[in-house]
């Protein structure tokens, strides 16, 4: 549970207590969403190679994010929403894909879900902002372009940028994964199982323990599972405070 100091916290950002104040039982479950609708035609480059990445810096890596068309959504974008935060955190958060606020700022996770997690970051003493590197966290989606309408993402746009998302990976080091949302949960943890039969326990990606919670604009529409991410989000502050972190 959040500390008094924690609670008033989110309180004073509006956005009210988020975490389960009784063990009363949630259902709901983000598994089920809308077809993916059809991506106009376009004729896009050759999927980027993670090997081609392995030796990107940075800046290098951001500038290839920047110019890729490697898929039909770069058609549409306003911007490439590359990440956030401190490049060499401990915590490193996945979301899905950018919406349409993500799209004209160029940071993931803006708008009502993206004060959402900044409220469960806040309530563990987190912050993507500047600060302690400690307190510090690295956000990153797993598609760099918005999808048309805010659609689902599609297999091949997902597969087209996997390497963009593996190198940033490889260059943060987390010691601890977060990944927010089914496509996030399903294409690291290379599985189709639904997020409620996944959370609530360690995950391993390439080394990096992972641990598998609900995306906030899901828990802006189910508030009750709220107490579940509350329980994920500690299990991830456990995992990293045994490996010393």
């Given at each position: ?13 509006g ?10 039982a ?18 896009p ?14 800046p ?11 898929c ?7 911007q ?5 935060g ?5 915590w490193?958060?996945?979301g ?17 879900a ?6 469960m ?32 993402p ?29 496509f996030a ?17 360690v ?43």
């Amino acid at each position: 549970m959040p500390t008094e100091r924690q609670r008033a916290m989110l309180r004073e950002m509006g956005i009210g207590p988020w975490w389960p104040d009784d063990d009363a039982a949630r259902s709901g479950d983000p598994a089920a969403s809308a077809a993916p609708v059809a991506s106009p035609p376009a004729a896009p480059d050759a999927a980027p190679v993670a090997s081609a990445l392995d030796t990107l810096s940075w800046p290098a890596l951001r500038e290839a994010v920047a110019q890729c068309r490697a898929c039909a959504l770069c058609e549409r974008r306003r911007q490439t929403v590359f990440g956030v935060g401190n490049e060499r955190a401990q915590w490193m958060i996945v979301g899905e894909a950018p919406g349409e606020q993500e799209d004209l700022l160029g940071e993931p996770f803006v708008g009502p879900a993206g004060r959402l997690l900044d409220a469960m970051l806040a309530a563990l003493d987190l912050t993507r902002e500047p600060g302690p590197p400690e307190r510090q966290v690295y956000i990153a989606n797993t598609l760099k372009c918005r999808p048309p309408g805010n659609r689902n993402p599609q297999p091949d746009e997902l597969a087209r940028c996997e390497p963009f998302l593996v190198r940033q990976i490889q260059l943060v080091q987390p010691r601890i994964l977060l990944a927010m949302g089914r496509f996030a949960v399903q294409s690291l943890l290379r599985t189709d199982e639904p997020i409620g039969r996944l959370r609530g326990r360690v995950h391993a990606y390439r080394g990096v323990p992972l641990v598998v919670t609900y995306h906030p604009a899901y828990l802006l529409r189910q508030p009750a599972d709220k107490a579940k991410a509350w329980d994920d989000l500690c299990l991830a502050a456990e995992t990293l405070a045994r490996r010393g972190g």
